[in-house]
């Protein structure tokens, strides 16, 4: 049973940082490409980051890039998302996903399996 728990949302001050944690189980974690997801009350669930299985190939969505980094520990099953710079636009759940490809895709279809999500508010 594959299972994704993030984990570092919470309460920030724009301008402020975070860092999530998705640490994945029942599967071999290095074999397969993962990605970030947020959805915002009322909105579609969007694409945030991707990064390849090695992680040597990376993809962000315009509005954040040069603000989040994603990054992936094959050691320890998890990969991250640091987020620096953050706007109230960026208050939503965040979901991390897994993709049965090792290259970073962007679609929602292409991806498998999906955590639980964790919540990031933003104030002004």
């Known amino acids: 049973q594959v299972q994704l728990v993030e984990s570092g949302g919470g309460l920030v001050q724009a301008g402020g940082s975070l860092r999530l944690s998705c640490a994945v189980s029942?599967?071999?974690?290095?074999?397969?490409?993962m990605g970030w997801f947020r959805q915002a009350p009322g909105k579609e669930r969007e694409f945030v980051a991707a990064?390849?299985?090695?992680?040597?190939?990376?993809y962000y969505a315009d509005s954040v890039k040069g603000r989040f980094t994603i990054s992936r520990d094959n050691a320890k099953n998890t990969v991250y998302l640091q987020m620096n710079s953050l706007k109230p636009e960026d208050t939503a759940v965040y979901f991390c996903a897994t993709t049965a490809v090792r290259v970073p895709v962007t679609r929602r279809s292409e991806y498998n399996y999906w955590g639980q999500g964790t919540q990031v508010t933003v104030s002004s």
């Open positions: 990064i390849s299985a090695s992680g040597g190939s990376i």
């Open positions: 029942g599967r071999t974690f290095s074999f397969y490409a």
